[in-house]
């Protein structure tokens, strides 16, 4: 059993839980990565957590940086987060792993009340991608300007995803997957779903 302060550099809260290891192995850079289960956390606890944990906001150039990390469920709650967002913001992706249904609406929301911020997307998951060829609102009114797609190596049974820019892929439908090696044996890679499903997104403007 172990006792966690998990916290970020730019959030004053911290959160302090009981949880228990139940997995561990050596990480690449040479430490330990674990698995917990966390110990009766209170709905209210659930909530910080996913605050701390999904997203990290840091102000860039010419527009407010957003990495949000994670899943986004029934109890993902966004609102915390639009009350930090002004002006010109970038959205990056790539580390949301998994959508539901739920998820899916509560983020409509959140982009919905959006209304004074001028939004994009980079480097979207393969999930988010997926979800937004299937509901264009989950893009509300931005654009997709890169995202992730999903290769395999029939020669050396390994999975890939490739970051693709949207506007190399404006061409007229149906959209041809850009060709790649494998980075292991460099063998054609094979694009990893129906294409036309997952480019869907390309073909939608942005939403009211």
């Not at 809260?13 to 050596?26: D, K, L, Y």
């Not at 966390?38 to 010419?62: I, K, S």
């Not at 036309?196 to 073909?203: G, S, V």
Request: glycine share 8%; proline share 5%; net charge negative.
């Amino acid at each position: 059993e172990v006792r966690l302060r998990i916290f970020r550099a730019d959030d004053e809260r911290a959160a302090v839980v009981r949880a228990r290891v139940v997995w561990q192995r050596p990480d690449e850079g040479g430490g330990l990565a674990m698995g917990v289960e966390f110990f009766d956390l209170l709905p209210e606890m659930q909530r910080m957590l996913g605050d701390l944990a999904l997203w990290d906001v840091h102000q860039g150039e010419e527009s407010l940086q957003v990495v949000l990390h994670g899943d986004f469920t029934e109890i993902t709650d966004f609102d915390p987060l639009r009350q930090r967002l002004a002006g010109n913001v970038e959205f990056d992706l790539s580390s949301v792993r998994y959508l539901n249904s739920s998820g899916v609406r509560n983020w409509i929301a959140f982009l919905r009340l959006l209304k004074e911020v001028d939004y994009s997307f980079v480097r979207c998951s393969v999930a988010f991608t997926s979800q937004a060829g299937m509901v264009p609102a989950v893009v509300g009114k931005g654009h997709i300007d890169s995202f992730l797609a999903p290769y395999h190596c029939d020669e050396c049974d390994r999975s890939e995803e490739r970051l693709l820019q949207t506007a190399a892929l404006t061409t007229p439908a149906p959209v041809i997957p850009p060709r790649f090696r494998c980075g292991q044996c460099g063998g054609e890679l094979a694009f990893d779903d129906v294409a036309e499903r997952y480019f869907a997104f390309l073909e939608h403007g942005p939403q009211k």
